[in-house]
């Protein structure tokens, strides 16, 4: 059907008559196509693109925590970071992976469903040989025949799956209280049986290199992880925008802020003394400060003049006593 274009002058004559109700706008519909989208049953589509965006953000905190802990662990510049992220079925993640690879399944207590961390092996035996002293800088070289780790090898592999597992469960804990723990090591996807194969999962794929070797990091999160979560994904509880602060956020911020501790000073006074007086100085000489006795002191709270105080004894310790609340004021020099 070739395309018609109209003028002006009949587009202004058609809203005319619609106006006038001379059409009918439902003829003007076209019936005989129905309305109908597209969906692959195989790929189930489940969180909106709002809380895939939440999740991505949490995800790039996580590449950031684990590049910390990967590079403090090996003593080696480790880069990572978000390549994608996307939703697919728990079958299409096990046939993306490598026959041999590394793959350590973890739970999150109390979020429902296994994580599960997938290493290429090539970036894993480089860990490997860097924990157990390698010093070459030059890049790695893969070992193509290996195809399977030895027992000590996954003894130390499960070190480094725990600062992943470390690193997903801090980058949660702003969102849910939880405890994620490496529950197995396996080296075949084939082997896994945590989840059915139409399972939807969201995969992340991170990209990770080190000492010049460029390879990928995958992690598999199942989609009942988030069912109890879906209402904090959101970006306006995300962001809190438009909603004040709870009793339960100040009581949660005031628990965390109470044990940090703070130093407290309490100024004498100051005096200023030439080099040649310092250098003679002798037990027993005085120096004069600029503040009476009968003055009271200036106590400092972390480095800024908070509290006026009066000196004293209490039980043969020296002792000072809050006279007047002066926060942000300065004393005298």
Same mark, same amino acid.
């Given at each position: 059907?070739?395309? !018609?274009?109209?003028?002006?002058?009949?587009?202004?004559?058609?809203?005319?008559?619609?106006?006038?109700?001379?059409?009918?706008?439902?003829?003007?519909?076209?019936?005989?196509?129905?309305?109908?989208?597209?969906?692959?049953?195989?790929?189930?589509?489940?969180? *909106?693109?709002?809380?895939?965006?939440?999740?991505?953000?949490?995800?790039?905190?996580?590449?950031?925590?684990?590049?910390?802990?990967?590079?403090?662990?090996?003593?080696?510049?480790?880069?990572?970071?978000?390549?994608?992220? @996307?939703?697919?079925?728990?079958?299409?993640?096990?046939?993306?992976?490598?026959?041999?690879?590394?793959?350590?399944? +973890?739970?999150?207590?109390?979020?429902?469903?296994?994580?599960?961390?997938?290493?290429?092996? *090539?970036?894993? +035996?480089?860990?490997?040989?860097?924990?157990?002293?390698?010093?070459?800088?030059?890049?790695?070289i893969e070992n193509t025949?290996?195809?399977?780790?030895?027992?000590?090898?996954?003894?130390?592999?499960?070190?480094?799956?725990?600062?992943?597992?470390?690193?997903?469960?801090?980058? $949660?804990?702003?969102?849910?209280?939880?405890?994620?723990?490496?529950?197995?090591?396996?080296?075949?996807?084939?082997?896994?049986?945590?989840?059915?194969?139409?399972?939807? !999962?969201?995969?992340?794929?991170?990209?990770?290199?080190?000492?010049?070797?460029?390879?990928?990091?995958?992690?598999?999160?199942?989609?009942?992880?988030?069912?109890?979560?879906?209402?904090?994904?959101?970006?306006?509880? $995300?962001?809190?925008?438009?909603?004040?602060? /709870?009793?339960?956020?100040?009581?949660?911020? *005031?628990?965390?802020?109470?044990?940090?501790?703070?130093?407290?000073?309490?100024?004498?006074?100051?005096?200023?003394?030439?080099?040649?007086?310092?250098?003679? #100085?002798?037990?027993?000489?005085?120096?004069?400060?600029?503040?009476?006795t009968s003055k009271p002191?200036? #106590?400092?709270?972390? /480095?800024?003049?908070?509290?006026?105080?009066?000196?004293?004894?209490?039980?043969?310790?020296?002792?000072?006593? !809050?006279?007047?609340?002066?926060?942000?004021?300065?004393?005298? @020099?």
């Amino acid at each position: 059907m070739s395309q !018609v274009v109209l003028s002006q002058t009949e587009i202004d004559n058609l809203l005319e008559a619609m106006d006038n109700g001379e059409i009918d706008e439902e003829i003007l519909e076209d019936s005989t196509q129905p309305k109908v989208k597209p969906y692959d049953f195989r790929r189930p589509v489940r969180l *909106s693109k709002e809380y895939l965006s939440t999740i991505s953000m949490v995800l790039e905190d996580f590449a950031k925590i684990s590049v910390n802990q990967l590079s403090t662990k090996l003593r080696r510049q480790v880069s990572m970071s978000i390549m994608s992220i @996307e939703q697919v079925s728990f079958d299409e993640f096990i046939h993306s992976v490598p026959k041999f690879t590394l793959l350590g399944t +973890m739970t999150s207590e109390p979020q429902n469903g296994v994580q599960i961390i997938e290493v290429n092996p *090539s970036i894993s +035996m480089q860990m490997v040989e860097m924990l157990f002293g390698h010093d070459e800088a030059g890049p790695y070289i893969e070992n193509t025949n290996k195809d399977e780790f030895t027992d000590i090898e996954l003894a130390v592999l499960e070190e480094v799956l725990d600062l992943f597992a470390f690193s997903f469960n801090s980058v $949660w804990q702003d969102i849910v209280e939880m405890d994620t723990k490496v529950e197995s090591i396996d080296t075949s996807p084939q082997l896994l049986q945590s989840m059915s194969p139409n399972e939807p !999962v969201v995969l992340a794929t991170f990209s990770i290199s080190l000492n010049g070797n460029n390879t990928f990091v995958n992690l598999c999160i199942p989609y009942i992880f988030f069912e109890d979560i879906l209402d904090k994904l959101s970006f306006r509880n $995300w962001f809190h925008e438009g909603k004040e602060a /709870g009793e339960s956020d100040y009581e949660k911020f *005031s628990k965390k802020l109470q044990p940090v501790p703070v130093e407290l000073k309490t100024l004498l006074g100051k005096a200023e003394i030439s080099i040649a007086d310092f250098l003679n #100085m002798e037990e027993g000489d005085i120096i004069q400060l600029n503040e009476k006795t009968s003055k009271p002191l200036t #106590m400092l709270v972390a /480095g800024n003049p908070y509290f006026r105080v009066k000196p004293g004894i209490v039980e043969d310790r020296l002792a000072v006593e !809050v006279l007047q609340f002066i926060e942000g004021e300065m004393f005298d @020099e």
